[in-house]
């Protein structure tokens, strides 16, 4: 009873890795091999040295570990281009003594999405996500790394899913 157990395990788990076709990310690539990300220049009226350098990484590193595309510098099958067009910090809340008890980070980024295999799933979109921190905390050292961590993290899958998620 367990070898034929272990067998029905083995056959399933071979049937899904050869088929090629299923994907736990849900990600739909089509005919795409390659995937190409330009750099994406920070616009913001606000600039964050590094911000630039750390999302296209982010969003690279994203779209590798999620699908079997290779990354390539030029001639992408699909192409993800774009800039960061918002980084800004606001007071949100307020004390009693009308001091802010809580900032909020907000990172936007304009994304330019082109499927040289399709041209219907091309597609230009806004992407924002923020983070809110103790307004007695300054935005630097961990503050900031966790900052950037959790709005990199939302931005990356949001486009990812706007632009190859097949749910």
Partial sequence: MKFLKH?????????????????????????AKTFQVNFFQNNADLVEPGLDIDFTNALQDLIQN?????????????LFEGEIVEYRIAPMTATADS???????????NVRYFNTLD????FE????????????????????????EVIFER????????SLANW
């Avoid at 899904?16 to 990310?25: A, E, K, L, P, R």
């Avoid at 931005?155 to 706007?162: K, P, R």
Wanted: proline share 0%; with cysteine; charged share 20%.
């Fill in 155 to 162: 931005l990356t899958q949001d486009i990812f899913n706007t």
């Fill in 66 to 78: 999620q699908t079997n595309l290779s990354l390539v510098n030029s001639g992408g099958d699909l």
């Fill in 119 to 122: 041209e219907e799933k091309d």
């Fill in 125 to 148: 979109q806004r992407f924002s996500f923020f983070y809110d921190f103790d307004a007695n905390a300054q935005l630097i050292g961990g503050t900031k790394d966790e900052a950037f």
């Fill in 7 to 31: 067998v029905s395990i083995l056959f399933f788990t071979i049937t899904i890795t050869s088929c090629g076709i299923y994907s736990f990310t849900g990600a739909d690539t089509g005919d």
């Fill in 99 to 109: 001091r802010a008890a809580q900032n909020r980070l907000t990172i936007s980024v």
